[in-house]
Protein backbone atom coordinates (compact mmCIF):
# COMPACT_ATOMS: atom_id res chain seq x y z
CA UNK A 1 0.00 0.00 0.00
CA UNK A 2 1.38 3.25 -1.47
CA UNK A 3 0.93 6.94 0.43
CA UNK A 4 -1.73 7.63 -2.14
CA UNK A 5 -3.85 4.80 -1.56
CA UNK A 6 -4.12 5.64 2.43
CA UNK A 7 -4.75 9.37 1.34
CA UNK A 8 -7.72 8.04 -1.16
CA UNK A 9 -9.10 5.87 1.95
CA UNK A 10 -9.00 8.66 4.43
CA UNK A 11 -10.67 11.01 2.03
CA UNK A 12 -13.21 8.34 1.43
CA UNK A 13 -14.12 7.51 4.98
CA UNK A 14 -14.05 11.32 5.91
CA UNK A 15 -16.78 11.57 2.46
CA UNK A 16 -18.93 8.82 3.79
CA UNK A 17 -18.90 9.93 7.31
CA UNK A 18 -19.96 13.80 5.91
CA UNK A 19 -22.81 12.40 3.97
CA UNK A 20 -23.90 10.51 6.68
CA UNK A 21 -24.18 12.85 9.63
CA UNK A 22 -25.86 15.40 6.75
CA UNK A 23 -28.31 12.25 6.23
CA UNK A 24 -29.15 11.58 9.71
CA UNK A 25 -29.41 15.27 11.08
CA UNK A 26 -31.75 15.86 8.24
CA UNK A 27 -33.75 12.65 9.34
CA UNK A 28 -33.70 13.90 12.74
CA UNK A 29 -34.79 17.64 11.63
CA UNK A 30 -37.82 15.95 9.80
CA UNK A 31 -38.79 13.37 12.71
CA UNK A 32 -38.71 16.42 15.08
CA UNK A 33 -41.19 18.24 12.66
CA UNK A 34 -43.19 15.48 11.96
CA UNK A 35 -44.17 15.03 16.06
CA UNK A 36 -44.32 18.66 16.35
CA UNK A 37 -47.48 18.95 13.39
CA UNK A 38 -49.18 15.54 15.31
CA UNK A 39 -48.97 17.17 18.76
CA UNK A 40 -50.50 20.24 17.04
CA UNK A 41 -54.56 20.91 16.83
CA UNK A 42 -55.58 20.66 12.97
CA UNK A 43 -56.31 24.03 12.18
CA UNK A 44 -53.06 25.33 13.22
CA UNK A 45 -51.26 22.25 11.00
CA UNK A 46 -52.81 22.89 8.04
CA UNK A 47 -51.82 26.71 8.63
CA UNK A 48 -48.45 25.47 9.20
CA UNK A 49 -48.29 22.99 6.34
CA UNK A 50 -49.90 25.45 3.91
CA UNK A 51 -46.84 27.98 4.57
CA UNK A 52 -44.06 25.62 3.61
CA UNK A 53 -42.78 24.37 0.89
CA UNK A 54 -45.41 22.09 -1.53
CA UNK A 55 -42.77 19.16 -1.55
CA UNK A 56 -41.34 19.34 2.38
CA UNK A 57 -45.48 19.81 3.11
CA UNK A 58 -46.24 16.40 1.25
CA UNK A 59 -43.59 14.45 2.67
CA UNK A 60 -45.03 15.66 6.28
CA UNK A 61 -48.21 14.82 5.55
CA UNK A 62 -47.29 11.71 4.51
CA UNK A 63 -45.30 10.65 7.36
CA UNK A 64 -48.04 11.98 9.50
CA UNK A 65 -50.58 9.79 7.95
CA UNK A 66 -48.18 6.73 7.93
CA UNK A 67 -46.65 7.17 11.81
CA UNK A 68 -49.77 8.91 13.35
CA UNK A 69 -52.75 8.19 11.10
CA UNK A 70 -53.45 11.71 10.68
CA UNK A 71 -54.86 13.06 7.54
Known amino acids: ?11 SAL ?8 KYAKWKTRNKL ?10 RR ?6 MHPERAMEARQELMRRFHIS
Not at 34 to 43: S, T, Y
Not at 46 to 51: A, C, F, G, M
Open 1 to 11: MSATDITVWII
Open 15 to 22: LAIGIGAS
Open 34 to 43: VRELAAMDPE
Open 46 to 51: EKVLSR
